[in-house]
């Protein structure tokens, strides 16, 4: 697989929207079980079909669950 990521990120530490291009991001809260989502070019995709968190607003995102 030839897949670039420019960054693989904590949600915690972001405090703006993210730059074009593509991340992956833990979604937690203190230290506890979270999931990950990712961000591709201003599209936002959580497999749990949550909505981007208020910082990532800016972001398109699906509504296609697929996972449950």
């Known amino acids: 697989m030839n897949v ?3 960054g693989i990120l904590d949600f915690r530490n972001v405090k703006a929207p993210l ?3 593509s991340y992956i ?4 809260l203190d230290s506890g079980v979270g999931h990950w989502v990712c961000v591709h070019n201003n599209e936002y995709f959580d ?3 949550l909505g981007p968190p208020r910082v ?6 699906g509504t296609q669950t697929c996972q449950k």
């Open 19 to 21: 730059t074009h291009g």
């Open 47 to 49: 497999s749990m079909d």
């Open 4 to 6: 670039h990521i420019d």
């Open 56 to 61: 990532l607003v800016c972001y398109i995102w």
């Open 25 to 28: 991001a833990l979604l937690r």
